[in-house]
């Protein structure tokens, strides 16, 4: 149940003035659920409309939304009571901080929809696995036979959970950082938090700061609420020593045991539920292969099992699910060398779990947008594992200083030369890795373009 003030809050909108930054997916599907429950609307975004042919579609199907591109800052606040945020608008904008001064509420899309969702919230954080984890703990839940919506940051936006009036069960969203930021009363049934590494701190005043963000997902949950937590993090692990809220904590970890939640043995997960039988899970029926992915199971089972989804029937749902593509993506082996796409590594934990995993030699290439992380925390995985880099994109010269004297590395200037500089390098029974540490925005639209071309070049390897 929601808290009464939530509950007034349902009533509150018709006539209040609204502002939702950013004209992406979630903006539009927020700004289309606030004017339908009777709010006036202002959509506002920095980029030119022009460019926007859904926000243009949205004009037509809700005229009474006011559209303001080309500069949100210059949208007028006066007598606005709401602000609701996309992900990807930084909380230091110029209008946020305005709207912040003037006394208005402001929150994240995610703080919107939880607070009009009515079935069990299930939510997934973390630096890494968080794709992953949401798509096969909503997979499983579905196969346990309930109606499940999934979104989030995964891509469908959580108020679509509301505005598409289906009616669910439970509902699993993917949680970002950027979600938490101004997240206010937001409050999951089960909350998940699977890893905590550098990421964003080009968003972030330090990895403390990054880090705080993330246990912001806990702080509002009851003694009737879980949180599953991965306390192989040393982060995560002395946060949740310390206290990581009044929710009762469910640990799991691939090194050593735990008396009751989640650990690995030779060959099996086992879960130790509070007062229950000790349930074993053979890590021989997974497709999904690897410490990281491990983790991600650990979760999984727990909040499955949380929720309601039988034993036999998570692990059936777990052994059927193949993975992501561009998530450690088995492409092909050429003259004996495999590829591996991991495009999604898009930050320097991913990559370094990566690399934990691999039982070959690896010429990697890496390299993009810079996030702000610390290559040299790379240092002993690369002197150990990598055979030799191709670096490529904008961070190239800065991993070049970090990292470059520990191996043999080369500087490719598109994709394509980088897969033929790394074939050149790799030799019978290694693994040419593309796991950038970066963002793509540098060279490519998203990581999935990044990912594909990476595929394509090598399919047509002789």
């Not at 339908?36 to 022009?50: E, M, Q």
């Not at 080369?410 to 074939?423: G, N, Y």
């Amino acid at each position: 149940m929601k808290i009464n003030g939530l509950e007034r809050a349902k009533t509150q909108l018709k006539g209040a003035r609204v502002v939702v930054v950013g004209l992406g997916q979630t903006g539009l599907s927020c700004a289309r659920f606030l004017a339908g429950r009777g709010a006036k609307v202002t959509l506002a975004d920095d980029s030119s409309i022009d460019k926007l042919d859904k926000a243009k579609a949205l004009i037509e199907a809700c005229p009474d939304i006011d559209i303001k591109a080309g500069g949100a800052e210059s949208v007028d606040l006066t007598g606005v009571s709401l602000v609701v945020v996309s992900p990807g608008v930084p909380y230091a904008h110029p209008l946020l901080s305005e709207a912040r001064r003037r006394g208005a509420e402001v929150i994240s899309d995610i703080e919107l929809a939880w607070r009009f969702i009515d079935a069990p919230v299930l939510a997934v954080a973390g630096t890494n696995g968080k794709t992953t984890t949401t798509t096969l703990l909503g997979k499983t839940l579905k196969d346990a036979g309930y109606k499940v919506f999934v979104g989030g940051n995964i891509g469908t936006p959580a108020i679509e959970c509301v505005e598409n009036g289906e009616g669910y069960d439970l509902c699993v969203l993917e949680i970002s950082s950027f979600h938490l930021e101004t997240t206010l009363a937001f409050n999951p049934h089960i909350a998940a938090l699977l890893n905590i590494t550098e990421d964003h701190l080009d968003r972030y005043d330090s990895f403390e700061h990054y880090a705080n963000t993330k246990f912001r997902l806990f702080e509002n949950q009851t003694p009737k609420d879980f949180s599953v937590v991965n306390i192989n993090d040393p982060v995560i692990a002395k946060r949740a020593a310390d206290g990581l809220g009044r929710g009762l904590v469910v640990p799991f970890t691939v090194s050593g045991e735990v008396d009751k939640g989640l650990f690995l043995r030779p060959g099996e997960i086992v879960y130790r539920p509070s007062n229950a039988r000790e349930e074993i899970y053979p890590t021989s029926r997974f497709k999904l292969t690897g410490l990281h992915n491990m983790e991600n199971i650990m979760a999984v089972i727990a909040m499955a099992r949380l929720a309601g989804a039988s034993q036999e029937g998570v692990l059936e749902s777990i052994s059927g699910f193949k993975g992501l593509a561009h998530r450690m993506e088995f492409v092909r082996t050429v003259g004996n060398v495999t590829y591996i796409d991991d495009s999604k590594g898009t930050n320097i934990g991913a990559l370094e779990t990566a690399l934990r995993g691999m039982n070959s030699q690896v010429v990697l290439i890496m390299g993009g947008r810079d996030k702000g992380g610390d290559y040299g925390a790379l240092a002993m995985l690369v002197r150990d594992k990598v055979r030799a880099m191709v670096l490529i994109g904008e961070a190239r010269f800065k991993i070049q200083d970090a990292l470059g004297g520990l191996t043999d590395a080369l500087m490719a200037s598109t994709l394509d030369e980088a897969v033929a500089m790394a074939r050149s390098k790799a030799i019978a029974g290694d693994t040419v890795l593309l796991s950038p540490a970066c963002s793509s925005f540098d060279m490519f639209k998203s990581y999935k373009e990044r990912g594909d071309l990476f595929k394509e070049i090598v399919g047509k390897l002789k």
